[in-house]
């Protein structure tokens, strides 16, 4: 075939993939309204709404043409294209695979499963009832192996699980470095646990008017990036980042009057997800080769604005005069350790999601090894309350008192999100291995946090990170910035080093 | 073909126009978001966002499968079906044609130039250059009659084009009626601007804060109605009730600190729009039976609550206090009589949509004529400007300064809406032939508006005109529910005593 009808398929290509990318950004702005501003008596129909919706993405995505266009662009010469190009050609391939090689009635029963799953954990989370669980998980678990095995064949199912989040993820990689963090971070919790220090985080406990929080947020937001000509901040129950398009990215966080720190940190989190999708490459935004990398990479963006940069020591000496101006009653003459240790504070829980960056890796390393062997059928769904509890006592050191606030704490499994998990803690490896690298490129960057300048680190994040959109696997994009693969020393080091310090260790 | 044949025939059919609708409503939430919350710099792509969506509507629009269902349907017996079903079947057929019968070229180049036709006309308007927007506005005139052949072959060109607004509707009855308004308003109007009463509308400006005025208009739209669990009240730069479904109503209105009274019509205003869709028949809420049945209906609706409640004696009575109390430094000491007079002020003017109630019909006369002698080609577009001018002076005794005031100053042409003018006094006149029938319904109306009781009036317009949906034609709904066709004459002496009082004529 000639370049010149090979340009032509491209076109043909790109045309029918940025019909769906927009037709998706409908989408998500639907999504978005539904969790921030819908009346309420409209969810019954909204499911509806979107459900047609999805049917037409659907139709878009299987969309035989795509199939035959793609064949054809590999029967040619695919060194006809840039990298860019090269790129959506193979992004377009990896997704028509995904959505063609799964029988229609295998995807309709885990649709099905994972719609009603939802109401049967979120009612047996209710009413401490695991055993109301367990049988919908057992057949999620078989759904979803069931797919692995078309989805990719040549895959481990629980691999295959891990790449729809994590492409490229293994097994073989994953578990020696979460036996690693294991190995350090246990003796360190422990040893947190038996330092005399405990930080006062009691004036974090007030009374801070929600339209003050709201304004801190922005203006913190705003100081570390986030393009508010090209986004929103509202308020939803979870806070997310959503919205349909580079050019319009909403983050939303929530409020309660008697705290302000932890919606400051959702707005942090969030307008580091934000950053990633307003960064993205200009002139693809909407083709794939543009879309965040993986949900691991994502996470390292929010994880770095929240850890790296917001729990610094430099971003509270910046920032504990305005939180002073802003809250007087309940800041006024909390000294600056004080803020930076409170806001550290390293405490471990039940619940995952209220977690702190030392033990949360250990919330995560519990479900994946669950994961693993439900996977592999070591061990067996109905023994996951005893299990689950153990290996919290063995690894953090607290037992919760119901599978409510345990094993049945978390929605993931009841949508059938298997492999998910681990993102969250690569997340946090992949912010911290940034940090190290960063720490080389901007040598005064303490100095640059203390003086509230974060235009250098989000342009060093933009170049090296946002901009690469998928042009890179995870650890190729890993080693093209820190010139390391993924590394847990990195991490383990950190962590050691700063909470060492705190805790006088 | 056998009943059970037809039933699931129709069943297929209703699958179908069900996912129309849904996509229909994503579309309708897309549009409020846009012009509500969207962060600016999101507009582009926006427009390729809800370009894809509109593509995917139109496929679902002529969808062959629903025109061979429809013709099947007519081949069998109609008589299976109930007066709902007959009439969802009539109006697939009649969306089914309209998208089919217009070949696809005549819609592509009417799409194009509707679209640049608004930049057109934006920056003629912006720098009073009529001449620069008539070469778009013949050609809109040469396609549009264009596409009357297609789609009515059998009506006039105008009568098609205004068909699209007020189904039935024709100018055969249209002129004498509004030859009737003119004869009757023009001395009206003269009447009142020589009368020595001039109402004192001073009070009105002032300074109203913007929180107080949102109450303000939340606590009215809620009392005449508005369910805010299904639906909402947002600021937009112009005011519209829009939302995706009859669950999801959502209405704007705009805010200026300088004058509370222009916010709050516009808010009881689109109130009476969304209580229409509120109360849209239930069961059949994604089919067509239970749409709102056309423009003039729609805004009989509209100037039900704006005109006939809200500007009524008894709602200010009602009001008066409330306003006081949120506006003390305007309000204190307004008599009834003042505030009665002052909302309803007669004051002729250049432009349409400052317009009040008497002159309003004066505005809609001129432009009908001048687009029925455009269409039957009796005055050609060049000659425009003289024509509005002198008809301007003739009717309202007014000249506007400029044709960006004058001919210039309306949106609808831009965008090949011909025949849409009409509706607006069209729905005057429905809702005032309506309330004289609910006022026989209703005996003691003016007590119930005294006392704030709005749940009779809005009961009577859900049973009697809502939940009709499209049930029946505007001339036959307008009969069934006052017994009468359209009759100028209770609009007229609607007008020429509550004026005669105000300004003691």
Redesign the interface.
Known sequence: MNSKKLKDMYQQLVNKL??RS??G??MA??HW?QEV??????A???S??????A??LHDKSVDVEIGSLIDKLFEGDLNNFTEIEQCNIYEAKREYELETKIPKQLIQELAELSSSGHQVWAKARQENKFEDFAPTLERLIILKKKWAEFAFPELDPYDANIDIFERGMRMECLTPIFDTLKKELIPLIDAIRKSPINPDIGFLRGNFPIDKQEALGRIISKDIGF??????MDVSVHPFCGG??P??VRITTRYRSESFIDSLFAVIHETGHGLYEQGRMLGF??LPVSEPLTMAIHESQSLFWERMIGQNFYFCDHYLNLFVETFPESMQGVSLDTLYAAINRCDPSFIRVEADEVTYPLHIILRYEIEKELFDESISVKDLPDIWNYKMEEYLGVSPPSNSEGVLQDVHWSGGAFGYFPSYTLGAMYACQFYSKMLLDINDISKQIKEGNFSCIKKWLNDNIHKAGRLYSPENLLYKVTGDSINPDFFISYLKQKYGQIYSL
């Open positions: 940025e019909e927009r037709l950004g409908v702005t639907m309204d501003i819908m009346p309420k008596a409209a019954e129909n909204r509806k709404q979107m459900a047609a919706l049917g037409v393009d508010y000509d090209r986004g929103r349909g398009h050019t319009d935004m909407d």
